[in-house]
């Protein structure tokens, strides 16, 4: 069975950074992509970030600069740095395998999902 554990989310002031963590069990998914989306409260669930499975990454243009997305095929891990944090990066942030090895930006093409980790910016 397939379980992805997010862990790194938190209360965090603006213009601070913190670090999201994502956990895989139950397989192995270094030949996938896998990507990072956050969901603010009355709105959709959006991309954040992926990275395919070569290490290749794409961003939202609203993270750009200010996200990093990584992964540790070894353990199984995928990371998400987040730096000058904003009032609107607030969201719940959901890790995520997609069903092909190259960097997908749509949420119908990933396959598993964790439960998510609250992020909330304060002042």
């Known amino acids: 069975q397939v379980q992805l554990v997010e862990s790194g989310g938190g209360l965090v002031q603006a213009g601070g950074s913190l670090r999201l963590s994502c956990t895989a069990s139950g397989g192995t998914f270094s030949s996938y992509a896998m990507g990072w989306f956050r969901q603010a409260p009355g709105k959709e669930r959006e991309v954040v970030s992926a990275i395919n499975s070569s290490g290749g990454t794409g961003y939202a243009d609203s993270v750009k600069g200010r996200f990093t997305i990584s992964r540790d095929n070894a353990k199984n891990s995928l990371y998400l740095q987040i730096n000058s944090v904003k009032f609107e990066d607030t969201a719940v942030y959901y890790c995520?395998?997609?069903?092909?090895?190259?960097?997908?930006?749509?949420?119908?093409?990933?396959?598993?999902w964790g439960q998510g980790t609250q992020v909330t910016v304060s002042s």
């Open positions: 995520a395998v997609a069903r092909f090895p190259g960097i997908r930006l749509t949420a119908s093409s990933y396959a598993y």
